[in-house]
């Protein structure tokens, strides 16, 4: 029989059996009771992840892929009045800052290389520097290099000077640590299709409880305003239709979040698989584009071996049945990257390493 590909790449995932077989569920109106139900359902789900989430924020789930649950954050709540500060060290924080630039919002950019972390010094004297900002906004996980950034650095800076923080956490919501606890955490942006493990369809955004109460809605957009979806889904529906088959997705794959031990757990075995890797292909001689411990769980970018292309390795691995993905802009030709989210088994990983070795000991010899 023959496999299907794995996906090695930052979401889409694969899926286990039991996700791809909700899809299969009978069709439903998005304007039904039952839908209704299996909406509420989910935002509970989706609250109590974190636990302290649930408390003080409200998940609003639209149709769209994790740029969208971004882009809804940035239109709904980047003052015009005032000014964002956004930190980019990576293509998706610079994404950010074309996304308020298009709106023509107010903002400043604290910018780093790709290959180095966001500099809390250089944002501390940004805020000092920038009195009119009044929200920061940072990616938690640059997939541009697989880093986890130091969020709670920034958090700190953020509360100190009184600054509300927007996180993107399209990459890591579901396996690394959020502090919903924290005082400066205005809204949260997520997608269904990456840590969670379901299909592309399906994001969404945390907002505290009373955001829209404390200030108006900052949208100059119809379907990205968040208050539009606040409002509705009070009861459970939403002001546009949904992907109700995204949503049966994203319902199983929940459930399975929380019976394999909830969040942690999962960024425990991403740890176990991804440091599984890294000693591999460390043992070839293939070296990793950034220190071991800047990863997060699951992404590890990986310096292309002499002999190589991306192209040639790539087309090499999708032969073999596995979905790698390139570096980004200037990194194209240097890196490769590698990420273990999704449904990855032990004997997978076994497998992409032996044909990870066999590949490199042949171009070697």
Known sequence: MLRRPLLLNPGPVSLTPRVRNALLRDDMCHREPDFSELMLSLKTELGGIYGAADAGFDPLLLTGSGTSAVEAMVASLAPKDGKTLVLSNGVYGERIARMLSVRGRPFTEVRADWLRPIDLGAVETALQANPAVSHVIAVHNETTTGRLNDIRGLADLCRRYGKWLLLDAVSSFGAEAIEFTEPSLLAVASTGNKCLHGIVGI???????????????????????????????????????????????????????????????????????SRRLRRALADLGVALVLD??????????????????????????????????????????????????????????????????????????
């Open 203 to 273: 994001a969404f955004v945390l907002v505290r409880k009373d955001c829209f109460v404390s200030q108006p809605s900052q949208a100059d957009a119809l379907y990205l305003d968040l208050a539009s979806y606040q409002n509705d889904q009070r009861t459970g529906f939403s002001p546009f239709t949904q992907a109700t088959h995204a949503c049966f997705a994203l319902d199983e794959a929940l459930a399975e979040l929380r019976e394999q031990g909830g969040w942690s757990a999962r960024r425990d075995r991403y740890r176990q698989l």
């Open 292 to 365: 071991e411990s800047d990863y997060s769980s699951m992404i590890s970018s990986f310096s292309i071996p002499s002999g190589w292309d991306y192209e040639g390795l790539h087309d090499a691995l999708r032969d073999a049945g596995f979905i790698i993905y390139a570096g980004q802009g200037g990194l194209y030709q240097s890196m490769f990257r590698i990420c273990t989210m999704g449904n990855i088994g032990d004997d997978d990983m076994e497998r992409l390493i032996a044909t990870l070795s066999a590949m490199f000991t042949e171009r070697s010899a």
